[in-house]
């Protein structure tokens, strides 16, 4: 399985951004297609974003479009999270993860994905 290490996170106010960046391990079939994903206190982990391959296709969990945007840097290995606006039901750990499959990307969902890092935090106030 790819490797990824999640860093970024922080404490902020409503209102303030955070970007988060995941760097991968190795780019491989494993890893086309490569995602966000948070998880709150007391809540099932959730999609927020994913982009797959080096065409850099995006896809968003449909609650959330239009406050977070994802992207990539193939070359450094590197997938970003830019969050603006944020809210305090934005507070969770917000994990990456990596699948091989494009209908991973296109669901946003957990249960496509088999590489997951460790998580970095985001609090809200």
């Known amino acids: 399985h790819v490797q990824l290490v999640e860093s970024g996170g922080g404490s902020v106010q409503a209102g303030e951004a955070l970007r988060l960046s995941c760097v991968a391990s190795?780019?491989?079939?494993?890893?086309?297609?490569l995602g966000w994903f948070r998880q709150a206190p007391g809540k099932e982990r959730e999609g927020v974003a994913t982009?797959?391959?080096?065409?850099?296709?995006?896809f968003y969990a449909d609650s959330l479009k239009g406050r977070f945007t994802i992207s990539q840097d193939r070359a450094k290995r590197t997938i970003y999270l830019q969050m603006d606006s944020l809210k305090p039901e934005d507070t969770a750990m917000y994990y990456c993860?990596?699948?091989?499959?494009?209908?991973?990307?296109?669901?946003?969902?957990?249960?496509?994905?088999?590489?997951w890092g460790q998580g970095t935090q985001v609090t809200v106030s």
């Open positions: 982009i797959y391959g080096s065409l850099g296709v995006i």
């Open positions: 190795e780019i491989t079939s494993n890893s086309d297609c």
């Open positions: 993860a990596a699948a091989p499959h494009w209908s991973a990307c296109a669901e946003v969902k957990p249960s496509g994905f088999d590489s």
